[in-house]
C-alpha cells in the first residue's frame, strides 16, 4: 500500500497528513459468499429471557461486516494502547480505505512508516493520535513528520 501526496494531502503545523492509494484487499479480492442463520430474538446479557428459535433470515458477513469490499482489509493488533475502546492485543480489526478519516474516528496510521491504531484527534491545529488507555501518551504530529493514514477501522474481531 503507497502512501502518496494526493489533492486530499493536508499540511498541518508543517506535518505531512496523507491518505494511503493503491489498496490491496486481502485475499486477492477474492469474495466468498458465507452467510449465517439470524434469529429473530434478540439475547439478554442480564436476565435470562424464553428461547426463541424462529429464523429471520441467512445473514451475509461479508455484507454485514464490510461496507467497501474493495478498500477493506483486516491487521492483527499487538499491545493494549486501545483496550478501552475495547480493542485488545490479538484482536483483528477491518479497517476500510474508502471513509474519510475525521476527527474522532479510530485510524490505522503510518508515523514516518511505523504503524499504529489511534483514534484521530485535531486538537488546537494540531493533529494527535490519542490511546485509549490512560498508560499511553497522545502521539501529537511534530513539524517535518509525515503521517499516513491508511483507513478508518470499523469493526473489532476478538475471541471470547
Not at 39 to 54: Q, T
Not at 86 to 99: C, S, T, W
Not at 106 to 118: E, P, R, S, W
Not at 131 to 145: D, R, Y
Request: some cysteine; glycine content about 8%; aromatic content about 4%.
Amino acid at each position: 500500500m503507497r502512501c502518496d501526496p494526493t489533492p486530499n494531502s493536508q499540511d498541518v503545523l508543517g506535518a505531512k497528513v496523507m491518505v494511503a492509494s493503491s489498496p490491496q484487499p486481502v485475499g486477492g479480492g477474492h469474495y466468498r459468499v458465507c452467510t449465517l442463520p439470524l434469529m429473530v430474538s434478540r439475547i439478554a446479557a442480564g436476565f435470562p429471557s424464553p428461547a426463541d428459535d424462529y429464523v429471520e433470515k441467512q445473514i451475509d458477513l461479508n455484507t454485514h461486516l464490510i461496507q467497501h469490499r474493495e478498500a477493506t482489509f483486516i491487521l492483527r493488533v499487538t499491545g493494549w494502547s486501545m483496550r478501552d475502546a475495547g480493542i485488545f492485543d490479538g484482536d483483528e480489526i477491518i479497517v476500510d480505505r474508502a471513509i474519510t478519516p475525521v476527527d474522532g474516528k479510530i485510524v490505522v496510521a503510518a508515523i514516518n512508516g511505523d504503524l499504529t491504531v489511534k483514534r484521530l484527534r485535531r486538537i488546537g491545529g494540531a493533529v494527535h493520535l490519542v490511546a485509549e488507555n490512560p498508560e499511553f501518551p497522545p502521539i501529537v504530529l511534530q513539524e517535518g513528520e509525515e503521517l499516513c493514514i491508511w483507513g478508518v477501522v470499523t469493526r473489532v474481531l476478538h475471541r471470547v
